[in-house]
């Protein structure tokens, strides 16, 4: 039988939606869409790039809950409130994730809030990161 552990942060937001920031199942761990608010102080950095920063600070607090990391994300969507913060989110999503090579969908929907510019959820498989990796490159074909 599959084991489902639930992390709640204490946000308001999941209590209000009444949902999990990250839900385990066995080894298969969802990451609820995440934005840049500092979890202790509740602000939202202004810069598009400070806000990457926290998502990533807040997905890792929420991955290390279920013993996992940013090493196993196999799949992550980034959701950009401004078409024009593309580049600079790329980026650094690039500089973040280099070598770990999740799949990715990039979109610029609007978000719940003109105050967030940025917001990830990933998918992620515990071990995913230590496990023997084989890359194909279709390009060299």
């Not at 039988?1 to 209000?16: A, L, P, R, Y």
């Not at 202004?46 to 279920?66: H, P, T």
Request: with cysteine.
């Amino acid at each position: 039988m599959s084991t489902i552990t639930k992390v709640k942060t204490g946000s308001k937001f999941e209590e209000h939606a009444s949902y999990s920031r990250v839900v385990a199942v066995d080894n298969w761990i969802l990451v609820s869409n995440t934005a840049g608010r500092n979890p202790e102080t509740k602000e939202i950095p202004d810069d598009v790039s400070e806000q990457l920063k926290q998502v990533f600070a807040n997905i890792e607090g929420g991955l290390a809950a279920v013993d996992s990391s940013l090493a196993d994300v196999v799949a992550a969507k980034i959701f950009i409130q401004n078409p024009a913060d593309t580049e600079t989110v790329m980026t650094l999503f690039g500089e973040t994730m280099r070598g770990i090579d999740p799949v990715i969908t990039v979109t610029c929907p609007p978000l719940g809030s003109e105050v967030y510019k940025v917001e990830l959820e990933v998918t992620a498989y515990r071990g995913a990161g230590s496990a023997e990796t084989r890359r194909i490159d279709t390009s060299a074909q």
